[in-house]
T-cell receptor, first 113, second 113 residues
């Protein structure tokens, strides 16, 4: 099992450009999450999904969109990147069971110039 | 709004010492609490998960306790090793759906030879 994978690992964008981050999990988990991690701020939830075809807003959703067309994939889109979106982005997934342990991907480091 | 605090922000100890990391949260209506480890430039690895009905969990040299009524958790690391050097994050999951996590900002641990 690869667990949770993220593509790409690094990306540099110019202000106003768009991009999509891909998260894939092979554990058949129902729930998937996108977080961003900034120095001194901890991890903050951007969007999440409780199953295929569903998405919901987290703590800091503005400027991001997501889609969950397949159970194993969760896409995070930036339509018009801003320097404030420079961050490390983590995807996670969890089972619907009682354990609710979240499994994290390795992260994508995004810089917006 | 739930707030999670971890003190100290950084800690340096010599190899072999036992140590305690602290986590406090403001809203006791939690579903569970998780401790994670994050190595530099890497994703998060789940160490221990304590359900709200439990008092503690143990895994090897790690022991995590939970006092929900006082809003506190501790992570005890016995006989520390240089390989334990990492940032340790705690996160609480709220009652309700989706197991959304609120993270602390972490304690950066360095174990010296």
């Amino acid at each position: 099992n690869a667990g949770v994978t993220q593509t790409p690992k690094f990306r540099v964008l110019k202000t106003g450009q768009s991009m999509t981050l891909l998260c894939a999990q092979d554990m058949n988990h129902e729930y998937m999450y996108w977080y961003r991690q900034d120095p001194g701020m901890g991890l903050r939830l951007i969007h999440y999904s409780v199953g295929e075809g569903t998405t919901a807003k987290g703590e800091v959703p503005d400027g991001y969109n997501v889609s969950r067309l397949k159970k194993q994939n969760f896409l995070l889109g930036l339509e018009s990147a801003a320097p404030s979106q420079t961050s490390v982005y983590f995807c996670a997934s969890s089972d619907r069971g009682n354990t609710d342990t979240q499994y994290f991907g390795p992260g994508t480091r995004l810089t917006v110039l | 709004k739930q707030e999670v605090t971890q003190i100290p922000a950084a800690l340096s100890v010599p190899e072999g010492e036992n140590l305690v990391l602290n986590c406090s949260f403001t809203d006791s209506a939690i579903y569970n609490l998780q401790w994670f480890r994050q190595d530099p430039g890497k994703g998060l690895t789940s160490l221990l998960l304590i359900q709200s009905s439990q008092r503690e969990q143990t895994s090897g040299r790690l022991n995590a306790s939970l006092d929900k009524s006082s809003g506190r958790s501790t992570l005890y690391i016995a006989a520390s090793q240089p390989g334990d050097s990492a940032t340790y994050l705690c996160a609480v999951s709220h009652t309700g759906t989706a197991s959304k996590l609120t993270f602390g900002t972490g304690t950066r641990l360095q174990v010296t030879l």
